[in-house]
């Protein structure tokens, strides 16, 4: 399954060369088998594009940019051992790596004084998420980085690789706006009635037989307050389940 993103499309849909489209909403996700996955669910627009980079590709290319640095990688992959993460860490703090590639894992907590250098590849993995907290998740996560670089005498320089460097959050981010990008995401969520203006609840009712599945999804609308809305009742899903 990859990520796809619309310039045009409030929100991020996973493609599913299985499954089909799924396009998530405030308080249902929809799985559209039929739709073509060349083409936006929002605008129509053919202009969609996967991305994304895995740590290990990092690797690689920095090992081939910079033959002589001394490069170490932290990830789910390399932190499987015990202690691995401690030794990791400590390995940096000491002097003895020039490059650490990571995941988030490396982001948040770290105070050494000689990193003076912060690179952020593909910064807007986190906007893909369908989610409509990613544009806060992406600003804490690019403050709190950027934060790693020049904590000592130093001063500290931070790259953004990114196909949306419009995209408020990174905006915010790169000023350290914390209370515009507060004012300007409180309105968006109080026009598309998200959280804290409203209250999500998700409902999964999960059944071999569809027909059973079919007949208790329908109990939360019967069982609505008459003065509320409850979202439409979506399709079975592939594996017979009822997303609510």
Same mark, same amino acid.
């Given at each position: ?119 952020? +590849?593909? /910064?807007? $993995?986190?906007?893909?998420? &369908?989610?409509?907290? *990613? %544009? ?6 690019? =403050? ?66 569809? +027909?059973? /599945?079919? $007949?208790?999804?329908?109990? &939360?609308?019967?069982? *609505? %307050? ?6 439409? =009742? ?11």
């Amino acid at each position: 399954m990859i990520a796809a993103l619309c310039r045009s499309a409030p929100i991020a849909v996973s493609l599913s060369r299985t499954i089909g489209v799924i396009v998530p909403s405030n308080a249902t996700t929809a799985i559209f088998p039929n739709l073509p996955h060349s083409v936006c669910f929002a605008c129509s627009s053919p202009a969609l594009y996967p991305f994304g980079l895995g740590t290990q590709q990092v690797e690689e290319v920095l090992r081939a940019l910079f033959p002589t640095a001394r490069l170490a990688r932290m990830d789910r992959d390399t932190t499987r051992a015990k202690a691995a993460h401690q030794r990791i860490l400590r390995t940096l703090g000491s002097g003895d790596i020039d490059i650490l590639v990571g995941t988030q894992m490396i982001a948040k907590g770290h105070d050494y004084p000689n990193i003076t250098l912060v690179g952020v +590849v593909s /910064a807007d $993995a986190t906007l893909a998420i &369908p989610d409509f907290r *990613a %544009p806060e998740r992406l600003f804490q996560l690019l =403050t709190q980085v950027a934060g790693r670089a020049g904590r000592g005498q130093a001063h500290g320089h931070v790259f953004l690789q990114t196909y949306r460097p419009e995209h408020y959050s990174i905006a915010f981010a790169q000023h350290h706006d914390f209370t515009g990008f507060f004012h300007d995401e409180v309105q968006r969520r109080q026009a598309m009635l998200y959280p804290p203006y409203a209250r999500l609840a998700r409902l999964i009712v999960d059944s071999p037989d569809a +027909v059973r /599945a079919e $007949a208790a999804s329908r109990w &939360p609308r019967r069982s *609505a %307050p008459t003065s509320y809305a409850p979202p439409p =009742t979506l399709p079975p899903s592939w594996d017979q389940r009822r997303l609510l």
